[in-house]
């Protein structure tokens, strides 16, 4: 089941929570029915990662447990916020760091890889303390030329 929540005033912003499932496609979808076209495919990658590691690693596919997931624009932004039920995740498996600027896609384990990804994707990628939530964000230059 999907719960959705948007603001009456239009999709500034809102949420949507599911049980962990790998059926993301209808979720995805709502999350970047906003975004400008040029940016779907990329945010689609970064945000699936982020949602499939919410499902499998975090609620490891409990279907009694869910994801929830806010999202707005704030100006040139737009933010992605993804918690879980599960025990937490310190980013720090095999990274050995953030910077991932210096790196290759291949000299990444799994996990790695996952982190390489929402680096690569988003501006902003960071963790609450608990690691049960992951805040994203992609800033445009100018949303106003973007959407023409």
Known sequence: MISISLRPSGRKCGTVSFASTLHLCPILDLLLADVPLKWQPELRLGLQEALVNAAK????LDP???ILVEFFVLEDQYWWVISDQGSGFVPDCCCGGSDF???NISEFDECGRGLYILHQVFDQVNWNHE???LRLCKQFKSRSRLLR
């Open 131 to 133: 690691g049960t939530e």
């Open 101 to 103: 600027s210096e790196y």
């Open 64 to 66: 009694s447990k869910i």
């Open 57 to 60: 690693h975090g609620n490891n």
